[in-house]
């Protein structure tokens, strides 16, 4: 979803490689979807910012809502979008969102083992390794040792249950709130999610306990 | 059942539903994911094709089939996915530690009775 810059001569290149083949393509859909008048130029761009607008602090406020507010988090278990909706998060793209609470039980990991498929609406853009074939045949064939390889280990008697989202669906983890933070802000407990904890690679964790060890 | 059909006569369960708008499957039925290899666009990954799962969830509402999408044909063909749970030891017979799962949500036409 670049928009390249051949038609603004005086923008200065960011890179000197010829375009690739998918490239070349997705520009010559675009130019025949344009000049065919099925779309307009400020749609793309527009759709652009709608998904530049998205990120994971989104996705941290919703967590740290979750964590305070007992009536909020099991809307938000009941249906995500809808509670996700009362933040003003809009679901552009047409999903549901499943949330998965993370429990003494069951740690969660999300994966689109077809594509790309993630939160946008309240992510943003999933990182580069979620896309790559390593992480999404990985997660489902062995969970635990790609964990640890995020530094996540994971006891044998918690179940990791892997979620594929391959349809309309798409999912949120709900991470455990740590351990010391019953006096915490909602604020402050935002800041302790992180976009890896609402996919499951990690746990939320106290930020001073890495500090102190080092 | 004659209480049932009274109950059902001031009611709008006299309503006809189309072919589809009912689930055909309930949650905790035990279902098995088709082994097909259709020619276009479908999002049935190969590794569950023909194992074994229980239905988790019915999604609500009805979603087009997306295989019927993929040729621009999308009228009267909506019908429900299911979450379907799927141990990892169905998918890969030496993983440890059995608990562990999949969850994964497979279209009403991919899915059978077993």
């Known amino acids: 979803m670049e928009l390249h810059g051949h038609d603004h001569a005086s923008e200065p290149q960011a890179h000197d490689e010829a375009p690739g083949y998918y490239e070349v393509m997705e520009t010559a859909l675009r130019e025949l979807l344009v000049e065919k008048k099925l779309i307009d130029p400020a ?66 990991l999300i994966v689109c083992t077809l594509c790309s498929c993630y939160p946008r609406p309240v992510l943003g853009l999933p990182p580069d390794w979620y896309k790559q074939k390593p992480y999404r045949a990985r997660a489902v064939k062995e969970p635990r040792a790609l964990l640890a390889e995020f530094g996540t280990h994971i006891q044998d008697s918690v179940e990791i249950r892997v979620s594929d989202s391959t349809a309309m669906l798409r999912y949120l983890v709900l991470p455990l709130r740590p351990a010391g933070t019953e006096n915490f802000s909602e604020e402050q407990l935002a800041s302790l999610v992180t976009r890896d904890a609402m996919i499951g690679v990690v746990t939320a964790e106290l930020p001073e306990t890495k500090e102190i060890m080092q | 059942m004659k209480e049932a059909i009274r109950d059902r006569q001031h009611s709008s369960e006299d309503i006809v539903k189309a072919f589809g708008e009912e689930p055909m499957f309930d949650i905790g039925d035990e279902v098995i994911v088709s082994v097909r290899y259709p020619i276009g666009h479908f999002r049935v990954p190969n590794y569950v094709r023909g194992k074994r799962g229980i239905v988790e969830a019915v999604i609500k509402p009805t979603a087009i089939n997306n295989e019927e999408e993929g040729y621009g044909r999308n009228a009267g063909k909506r019908r429900h996915y299911y979450r379907v749970a799927i141990a990892m030891t169905e998918l890969w017979p030496q993983y440890v530690p059995p608990g562990d799962g999949l969850r994964i949500e497979i279209f009403e036409t991919w899915l059978e009775r077993r």
């Open chain 1, 43 to 108: 749609e793309i761009r527009r759709q652009i910012e709608v998904l530049d607008s998205r990120n994971p602090a989104l996705g941290a406020k919703i967590v740290a809502r979750a964590w305070v507010d007992p009536g909020f988090r099991s809307r938000l278990l009941a249906d995500g979008r809808k509670a996700c909706e009362e933040f003003g998060i809009t679901f552009y793209d047409d999903t549901g969102l499943i949330v998965l609470e993370n429990t003494a039980e069951v740690h969660n």
